[in-house]
């Protein structure tokens, strides 16, 4: 008989599949968008600011060549290390760095180039410089002006999709998310803390949420999962950039055959169905 | 050791049952109003709409009189009414999610946070969204945005003016990412409505607030808000659990979004009405 069954000592006590993805998408070393940057595009120019208050660098911006073709990249950067961390204000966007997204992408519709954009952030930064400056006005703006935009956008989830402060970058005409990643309404912390009034069962508020790329696939919000090599991205960073590059090939390939009228109607009928739960 | 003793022993003590029948029933007659601390008697309350009769403090109000109260002569079409939650991620925390709408249903008469109807204001036809903050904290999950959607829908097609009054905590929980992506459905149909130039006038009342604010009631072509109601992105409690400081008076209230530019105007209750019909006169007359 298997010695470890029979033995008193409690087994350690096994994660819930989804407490473990949370685990991996808030890795310290996983990689973050300017890896990817770095990884997949070439001739990046960043761009800064919002023409009206500041530079969010939490939100990183600019021109990029995509197989040699100009594609334009706004991206949620954590910082890989403390320093770049408190640079980029933990990822966390204020107003400027939604208004810095948007004028951006309209700059790209302009000039007809694709908008690539990546998803990591915990959530929009909840401060009193935020809310005066209208973070809910930014976040909800994004949202609409996204939707008319007649260039191909595509929404890659890289690692934290955290509520609003995700979505104001996610309204795409593709919606990939990487494997480990996560996409959430609230943090698992949050919700434990409201409905068990406990922040420390963040694990079983991770398992009710269904935040998974896996669940995000089955409830019909998002177009593809990306696979992660053995044990995440982090273990290997250059295998995760291959698989993202092939996912891009692919979508920019679809979304190529579509006018920009057409992109339009793309994008407003794949929302316009999304969480039909209801009867 | 108790310095005061019972002068009596426990069982002497008249019943509970006899003590309550000396008394006349007062419970539930009477408020304290928030605003002024005084006592206001219920009736007067309500025959006011609920605000305060003696120092105008705007108690929140439920979506159906909101509704009765912008429609001419109280009369409109509701659609929709029957629509209901699937539970699409079988979600079970203290209770399941099911039982919690089961009990929202019987405490509200509604199948979820927001009544949409349509009907006259100021004589001109226009379709209203209310929220029912009572509902689940008037959260957003797949009913409300399909409801705000197809109330959107019905403006685009008869180029009737929307209003959607607010009143919620943000996304609901209990449909985890469903719930986020209603934002973006209803705020693509926003850019049609835009882009159609039919009018939509967003009332933010007590409390509006998460992926509400940060969604439709940020996106109206005015966007106004009752006063003194608590209107924000993120939470107080959150905000000061992360920046570890007091918050300043007056906070996320509208009269401060105002201030900082967020906000049209704070238009008390009883003028809303004549206040919607002047905006629309002005941008739909010929």
Redesign the interface.
Known sequence: MDPEITSDAPAPPELHPAWKRVQLARHPKRPHSLDYIDRLFTDFQELHGDRSFADDPAIVAGLARFDGRPIVIVAEEKGRNTKERLQHNFGMPKPEGYRKALRIMQLAAKFGRPVITFLDTTGAYPGIDAEERGQAEAIARNLREMARLAIPVIVVVIGEGGSGGALALGVGNTVLMFENAVYSVISPESCASIIYRDSGKAERAAAALRLTAEDLDQLGLIDTIIPEPEGGAQEDPEAAAENLRQALRHSLLDLAALSGEQLVEHRYAKFRKMGNFFA | MSWFKRDRPDDKKPKAIDEESKHVKTEGLWQKCDGCRQIVWKKDLAANWNICPKCGHHFRIDAVSRIRMLFDGGDYEVFDAA???????G????KPYVKRLEAARLETGLRDALVAARGKLGGRQVEICSMEVRFIGGSM???V??KI?RAIERSLASRSPLVIVSASGG???Q???????????I??????L??ARVPFISVLTDPTT??V???????GDLNIAEPGALI???GPR??EQ??R?K??EG??RSEFLVK???LDAVVPRLELKAYIARAFDFFCQQ
Request: charge should be negative; glycine fraction near 12%.
């Open positions: 629509l209901h939650s699937t539970d699409p991620l979600f079970v925390d203290s999950g797949a009913v945005g399909e959607t996304a609901r929980m449909e985890g990412a469903v719930s986020l992506m209603q934002m973006c459905k705020c693509s149909a926003l850019m049609r835009d882009q998460g992926g604010t940060a969604s439709f009631a940020m996106l924000g992105f993120a959150v905000i992360t920046i400081q918050l300043p906070f996320q900082h530019g967020m």
